[in-house]
């Protein structure tokens, strides 16, 4: 496993913007191309237009390297709570990573790693 990338998630999810559920979420993510990214959730008034912590951190990997953007692992953590990714999130991560890729939360205070085709068995493909 890769300890630091659950540490950056860990100092991304300080910078949450999280009013309304106070739930501030952290992902980070190593890209094939060996960058690290991170990002936290941000919500809004308007609660629908939240995004979570693991899309925003996606869409900034893709903005910053481009479409050929892979997720060779990803971690995520919320301050004070245990959980695995949102399901929305999931197939978001499965669009640019492959079956066995890792992905990291905490279970009991430990980091546990399922990989995408345990967390998302039967992804939407086109
Ligand atoms: N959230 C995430 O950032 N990632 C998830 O996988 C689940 C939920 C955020 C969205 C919202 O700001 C807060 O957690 C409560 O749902």
Redesign the pocket.
Known sequence: MNPALLEHAQRAATKAY?PY?Q?Q?GCALLTAAGNIFTGC?V?NASYGL?I???RNTIFHAVAEEGPGMRITSLA?IALGQE?P??GA?RQVIAEFAAPETPIWFLRDGKPLAMTMAELLPASFRL
Request: proline residues 7%; hydrophobic residues 40%; charged residues 15%.
């Open positions: 999280a559920s739930f979420v959730n919500e939240t979570c912590a693991e995520v959980f990714p949102c999130c």
